[in-house]
């Protein structure tokens, strides 16, 4: 387990649910990547993040999935690219990330609380 934290710290970390509107490879990276734009909906609208999921996605299938990400980290420079948000998933039993699904008829932004 992590090193405990209080309540009103995990209230900083903004999660929220978008939908995956265009993705491409990112053969720069020095992890294989994919490069993701989310749309958060009218208040954030559309982030980019750069996610080490290759190994269970293809581009093409992405588009049109639900995500959970963190919205409100820093910019990230990732070599060529800058990531806006930290999309989240779960390390399967090889490493593998497998991303976070929400639940369809949330809207766009909808905030984890």
Known sequence: M????T???FMKV??????????Q????ARKSA??????FGEDLGVKKSSAQIAEHYAPDT??????????NFPPRQI????????VLGFADSDGAIRLVHPH???PDGARLS
Request: aromatic share 8%; charged share 25%; net charge negative.
């Open 34 to 39: 994919i490069k993701l734009w989310v749309d």
């Open 62 to 71: 992405l588009i049109g999935q639900r995500v959970m990400a963190v919205v």
């Open 104 to 106: 369809d008829d949330l």
């Open 7 to 9: 309540f009103d710290e």
């Open 2 to 5: 992590s090193e405990q934290i």
């Open 79 to 86: 070599g060529p690219f800058m990531s806006e948000v930290l």
């Open 25 to 28: 490879p990112f053969p720069e």
């Open 14 to 23: 903004d999660m929220r649910c978008g939908t995956v509107v265009d993705a």
